[in-house]
Each structure stands twice: as C-alpha cells, then as structure tokens.
Nanobody, 122 residues
Framework: VQLQASGGGLVQAGGSLRLSCAASGRTRHINAIGWYRQVPANQRELVATVTSDGVTNYADSTKGRFTISRDHAKNTVYLQMNSLKPEDTAVYYC?????????????????WGQGTLVTVSS
C-alpha cells in the first residue's frame, strides 16, 4: 500500500485546513486508515482513524474540531481540521493498517505516508 498525503500548510489559530491521503496498491485489504502527528522530540500520536466499517476513533484533543472521512471510490481519506490551535502544529502522517490472509493465519501490516507539515500561528 502506498499513501500520498497532501494539504498541509500555514494557518492562523482558529482557521481550518483539510488534509488528504490517497491510497494505492492493495487498498482492498485496508482495515483502518487515518492520521497521526508528531512534533520534534515527541512520540507520534493518534489524530483520527476510520475503519473499513466506518468506525471512527479520535484523540481527545481533536474531538469536536477534526472530522475524518473516507471516499472508498477514490481510495482517499480526508481530515477536516477546524478551530485549529497552535498546539496542533506538527507533521501529520497518513497511516493504514492492512489485514490479510486466512482467518487461521491473519497477518497485519502498517504503512505510513510521507509527512505533511501543519503550522498554526497564534
């Protein structure tokens, strides 16, 4: 699976941005797809994910402000970020979990796209 992220940039606090992540390759095996973010010296942290069944999972810090959505026809996932705060500044990474194989021998793999920088100025 290849993941191509886009949409980062500079925005003022309170503004909005939309990130996109286009998946290609073995997309039919994608079980969950979404976004993580990382600032220097910190671990990569969850932003939001959505499963193939449409179940979403958000970090507490992004609930109510960010919305993740998935266009199956385009194999693309979007992250609409509203009411952005300076603490949202980070490199955002697209993420996909792939599950494949027979039930008795299920295998999982994780894939990461290149990061896209989001900078929120105060």
């Amino acid at each position: 699976v290849q993941l191509q992220a886009s949409g980062g940039g500079l925005v003022q606090a309170g503004g909005s941005l939309r990130l996109s992540c286009a998946a290609s390759g073995r997309t039919r095996h994608i079980n969950a797809i979404g976004w993580y973010r990382q600032v220097p010296a910190n671990q990569r942290e969850l932003v939001a994910t959505v499963t193939s069944d449409g179940v979403t999972n958000y970090a507490d810090s992004t609930k109510g402000r960010f919305t993740i959505s998935r266009d199956h026809a385009k194999n693309t996932v979007y992250l609409q970020m509203n009411s952005l705060k300076p603490e949202d500044t980070a490199v955002y990474y697209c993420y996909a979990k792939v599950v494949f194989g027979p039930v008795e021998a299920v295998k999982e793999s994780e894939y990461w796209g290149q990061g896209t920088l989001v900078t929120v100025s105060s």
